[in-house]
């Protein structure tokens, strides 16, 4: 496990955004390490659950924000379930991410492209498309010629629509994103 740089610049108004944001109170966060110990993705984390809560305390902005975890996350919530203090741990990872893109610290842009692609097609349709996200991403991936071995065996078990299913109302889920862009572009951050 990578130990924390505390000799880097803080940001004393950082923690205080981050807890805004995700609506949790970090301060009670006492490092015993439950949520680190239960995540399944702790394996390719540069920096480990309570590692990255610890950064925000301590107002390790430029740390925290360019942490490659964010983006490995899973938003399983295994962390937010395991915490003593109820601290919905999967909610702060969720706050840094967008922060992240916000401020252009995207340290794992394929993942970025694949959550970018997968948002146009519930966007469009009201929920995922599977084969449009794949196109999408590789457009925006450049990967185009990436997992094609894949591609096959899933098309030919029936696991790949060629069409989208558009979802009765998909015209409401279109609009929860323009409300978002709105309010966005009213406080001047990027969506
Ligand atoms: S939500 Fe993210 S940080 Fe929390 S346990 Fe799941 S993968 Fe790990
Ligand atoms: S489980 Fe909760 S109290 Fe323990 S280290 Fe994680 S966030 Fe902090």
């Known amino acids: 496990m990578e130990s924390i740089p505390l000799h880097n610049a803080c940001d004393p108004a950082f923690a205080r955004q981050v807890e805004q944001e995700s609506g949790q109170s970090l301060a009670a966060c006492y490092q015993c390490g439950n949520c680190t110990a239960g995540c399944p993705a702790g394996f390719v984390y540069d920096m480990q659950a309570n590692q990255i809560i610890r950064g925000v305390q301590l107002g390790l902005k430029e740390r925290v924000l360019s942490s490659q975890s964010l983006w490995y996350c899973l938003s399983c919530s295994t962390c937010s379930q395991r915490c003593p203090n109820n601290i919905a741990v999967a ?9 992240a893109r916000r401020e252009g610290h995207i340290s794992a842009a ?11 097609t ?13 196109a999408l ?23 790949l629509g060629f069409l989208p299913h558009v979802v009765e109302g998909h015209g409401e ?19």
């Open 91 to 99: 909610e702060v990872m969720e706050s840094l991410r967008h922060m």
């Open 110 to 120: 394929p993942i970025n492209a694949f959550w970018l692609s997968f948002l146009a």
């Open 122 to 134: 519930v966007r469009r349709f009201g929920r995922s498309y599977e084969l449009g996200v794949m």
């Open 137 to 159: 991403y590789k457009l925006r991936s450049g990967r185009l010629f990436g997992d094609l071995d894949i591609a096959y065996p899933a098309l030919s078990r029936g696991k």
């Open 173 to 191: 889920v279109g609009r929860i994103f323009e409300r978002y862009k709105a309010r966005c572009d009213k406080e001047g951050v990027k969506p």
